[in-house]
């Protein structure tokens, strides 16, 4: 339970439609109607369900692992709310655009998704949902993701992956004996994809000063209490500790939260995410299969030194970029070259922009690094949380060559056009040192 002498709790106003917004005073709520983080679950899913009113049909999506885990539970509660339709996916399914289109089909008679899983099968239900226009729900399987209760999804098309918006769940469901029981890897990708709040933080700051993009506290605002006990205990975790699992789960929860009221994944999924994404794309052939999170915690630590390094350095003189169509289409192959060219254009660095951005970066440096600072965490404790919990913090932990790896920093800033210190730093000469040759 949480402890009762806390303050506020977040999630619960955020529900109740009385969180106190930090910039303006004014009240948020969510679309989300109901969040449960209980002990155990079992024995309540059906009165959790029927109290959402999705419709008589209701289509139940697992892959073999989670049907195992908790998806034939589900099915056997559900019997007695409506009409159940179990799909099962192929084991490891891919979150893309045909594998949702096979989802479609597959649930085209039913009034709502049910989702038993975590990352890809969240995705993939968030998505089929969306487009068909129909509620649905999930049921957590691990603590892996902070995608839950967000409005997008990650889906890959023609070989680009990219963030798409999506239904919000209707409900979030977490069972905490069940995510403590997922396997330890999992457990670590979850802590990894909450480990970037620092440095997603920075480049919004970033961003918000250089080039005048909306932000916003209550993102952050919303974690602090959680994120302190998590960061504070991330061993814990892995040793199957109930209230560390409470803090993991929540803190997902309320990123997710985060990135619904900001219609998009600004406060949670920057620089590193880009890293990330540009792994998933390009992965060499033969390299084993990592999480999503354990990628962000690696990309997570090298974007934090790179903050640290840049605002410890001053302000940087600014460049145009020597990037051209031609090249970027050399670097990532014809389809996905020209659409990231699209995403790259309206942060490209030209003879025109540069000299007015240079002269904003020295207007509003101090103010930046006094921002940023304020919100971070050094690179060394980020390192730490990871290494106490036995996750990865290098490239080689997650099966890349130094080679490869330095491709990706260089490379993912052209993913899409959010400007991050991936950009202040390729505009100003500084990340050639992670391009080899």
Known sequence: MRDATAG????????????????DGAPIAVPVKSIRIER???????DAVRALGLGPRMAIVSDPATREVLGARIERALAGVGTIVPLMLEREPRADAETVAALRRASASADALIAVGSGTINDLCKYAAARDGKPYVV???????????SMNAAITVDGHKKSLPAATPTGVFMDLEVMAAAPARMIRAGLGDSLC?????????????LMGTPYRNAPFAMLADDESTLFEAPDALVRGDLDAMRALARTLALSGLGMTICNGSYPASQGEHLVSHYIDMHSPPGRAHYFHGEQVAVATLTMARIQEEMLAAGPPK??????TEDELVHRLGPEVGVACWEEFLPKRMTPETAPPLAERVLATWIDLCTSIRAASVPAERLASIMKRAGGPATPADIGLDVAFY???????????????????????????RWWPG
Request: charged share 25%; proline share 8%.
């Open 139 to 149: 049921f957590a399987t691990a603590p892996s993701m902070n995608g839950y209760t």
């Open 406 to 432: 330095a491709g990706a920093v260089r490379n993912a800033r052209f993913l899409r056009d959010r400007y991050t210190f991936l950009d202040l730093a390729d505009d100003s000469g500084y990340l050639t």
């Open 197 to 209: 709040r620092p440095t997603a933080q920075a480049d919004w700051l970033l961003s918000h000063h």
């Open 8 to 23: 506020p709790d977040a999630l619960d106003q955020l529900l109740r439609g009385v969180y106190v917004d930090p910039d």
């Open 40 to 46: 155990s679950l079992r024995g309540e899913e059906d």
């Open 318 to 323: 600014l460049q145009p970029s020597p990037m």
